[in-house]
């Protein structure tokens, strides 16, 4: 403005001079010269429009509004950052006050800039605090988690039994270790799930592996018990001898952590063992392969009404069985005691620790699916009865044992319901509510049965969402 003033003054006061100074000019060149005068005024708000605007400031402060603006989105987000940590779940009363506090400070920008400034730098300060603490937390309990399992694993002999899976599970820990190091939360997180679910799958094969060989131990110590009270000893001696070489060699393999080898001589041992026992009584063991043989015919037809959920979370429906016209399909001859001594059909390998899968897939890896267990079911049942009909006993049995496998194991997939989450104004859906709706298990106590079953879909148990479909197991 004070530009233009003195702009203003210069040109009239020469206008002025000119006027006084000398003859009246034409009026056509007067009228020229006008432009003139006006070209100089008008270039004056070039002048102005390169003068900043001053900032707006808070009412009764030095504080612009920007500035407070600015420091609420900082502390916005530093808050932000630390709930994607879990503070939340970690410091939850702290992280509620600084929320808290962050609104108190907006409500107070115009009435009182000063202290709003204040409380924006303290809630900023309160939620970088809460990040790094919250890091620190989410970082110890990642290792207190897998440090329990390196214990189990430990305890379970795994560097012994399994040494190459075990050490697959501790460079992926390795890796984890050094993504903890670079805060790089989103992917220790995946990393984690992945090592923590390697380590787990490992500790629940190695369980497997070796109760299985202690069970092939136990049955055959029975077997050869039995062979012995049918005085075996006389009518198969050979048969015998073979069992006990067998459950000795297998023995052994198993105190030196050799469990692929265990598996195999036991395997033959309780073969030949059951083969002893069996030989002393012909028609005893004819009438122990038809009631085996029934009993699996009934389990199949039981299971074949259920509904189970296969390991991809899909619903299968019951699909009825009729074990009559399998029967009927398969009619039964009848049997003389010519025992065949062939010995090729043996049953295959039930170990898993050698075949954990450590590259992040949930499970262990097999030949089955579970969808096809119950076919898989009825298809060795059927094997078992032309094993039967064919007079080979021994074969025919492992075939049963083996179906009667398959048909628990598709029964262990049972599901009582399934249950699709909701969404209310009030109450809505949780596993804890859930659990506790009468016609579920009427206790609330209970959800972690849920919880677990539903693992594939529920990353964390806090956290579900309408429209996903729970499966149920019964109580």
Known sequence: MLTK????????????????????????????????????????????????????????SGISMDDLSDLKAQAEAALTKASEVGAGDYYPEALTKAVADLEEATALMESDPTKSKEMFLA???????????????????????????????????????????????EAMKAELEETLLEENIALAYEQYRDTYQAKSDLSDALANDVAWIKILIRDTESYMADAEDAEAYIYAADVLEMANQYLLDGVSY???YNLQQAEAELLYAKY???KAALSSDYNRRVTQTDLLMMDVLGAIEDASNLTVVDEEGT???PDPWDGQKALQDNPLTDLHPDVDDEDDDLPQSNLKSD???VNGDDGVMGDEQQENYLNTAKELWARGVAARN??????AEQYFLQAQIFVEAYESNAVSQVYTVKWREVDTD????????????DNPFLWPKIWRRNKRIIQNPDLIFPGQVLVIPPE
């Open 5 to 60: 003033v003195i702009l203003s003054l210069f040109f009239l006061s020469a206008i002025f001079f000119v006027s006084c100074g000398s003859e009246p000019e034409p009026v056509e060149d007067n009228t020229e010269s006008v432009p003139l005068v006006e070209d100089k005024t008008e270039s004056v708000p070039l002048v102005e429009d390169t003068t900043p605007a001053e900032p707006e400031m808070a009412p009764g």
């Open 272 to 274: 030949y063992a059951r």
């Open 254 to 256: 198993f105190d030196d």
């Open 355 to 357: 075949r954990v899968d």
């Open 315 to 317: 619903i299968v429906d």
């Open 123 to 169: 809630v900023i300060e309160q939620g970088d605090t809460l990040y790094h603490d919250s890091i620190e937390e989410l970082v110890r309990q990642y290792r207190e988690n897998l440090l329990k399992l390196d214990e189990k694993l430990i305890t379970q002999e795994a560097p012994q039994y399994a040494p190459n899976s075990y050490a697959r599970t």
């Open 430 to 441: 949780c596993l804890w509510r859930i659990a506790g709706y009468d016609y579920i298990y």
């Open 390 to 395: 064919e007079n080979n006993l021994e074969l």
